[in-house]
T-cell receptor, first 110, second 114 residues
């Protein structure tokens, strides 16, 4: 089975901090995605990557950046964390259909 | 742009009841349609999918039929169990640019009581 591992289940950070969320997949997938999940809003795409060093903005990229230096790793960066970025962050990888999701990182910004 | 609309929850049913969760979509082309499930404390898992009109996806007793004429993909199960309690997301994927992205509905919380 494909495994998508997110480095932290829970994080608490202070406003203004630079935050790194890490995601690793073990199936050599080209496509990787970062979503945030908020009650009543479902999942919204922040950024995705279709190859090493390639990235594209999703629906809500403001306040975020990403890094994909190796195929298996896709990092989400909050340049200066704010309280409105408190959310559940989900990483996914896959090809064509049926992406595999990680267990999520619940980030709280105080 | 593409969008997915799900019936609002939460939905509470007794064990062995019939389940329907409505899902309709708006897309410019011919999307593939999915149902994902999220159990408490976990990420999303693919439940079933359908890639063209009139296809029926099925898994674990759940079914959904791709209806192009009504732009719908309703999820059904004939007899739910307590273990089906979870959040269910309808999603679509349309070839766009450099990667197939998923567009999700807002999710429907299902609670099944013994």
């Amino acid at each position: 089975d494909v495994k998508v591992t997110q480095s932290s289940r829970y994080l608490v950070k202070r406003t203004g901090e630079k935050v790194f969320l890490e995601c690793v997949q073990d199936m050599d997938h080209e496509n990787m995605f970062w979503y945030r999940q908020d009650p009543g809003l479902g999942l919204r795409l922040i950024y995705f990557s279709y190859d090493v060093k390639m990235k594209e903005k999703g629906d809500i990229p403001e306040g975020y950046s990403v890094s994909r230096e190796k195929k298996e790793r896709f990092s989400l960066i909050l340049e200066s964390a704010s309280t409105n970025q408190t959310s559940m962050y989900l990483c996914a990888s896959g090809i064509n259909y049926g992406y595999t999701f990680g267990s999520g990182t619940r980030l709280t910004v105080v | 742009g593409d969008s997915v609309t799900q019936m609002e929850g939460p939905v509470t049913l007794s064990e062995e009841a019939f389940l329907t969760i409505n899902c309709t979509y708006t897309a410019t082309g011919y999307p593939s349609l999915f149902w994902y499930v999220q159990y408490p404390g976990e990420g999303l898992q693919l439940l079933l999918k359908a890639t063209k009109a009139d296809d029926k996806g099925s898994n674990k007793g759940f079914e959904a039929t791709y209806r192009k004429e009504t732009t719908s993909f309703h999820l059904e199960k004939g007899s739910v169990q307590v273990s089906d309690s979870a959040v269910y997301f309808c999603a679509l994927s349309e070839p766009s640019g450099s990667a197939r992205q998923l567009t999700f509905g807002s999710g429907t919380q299902l609670t099944v009581l013994p």
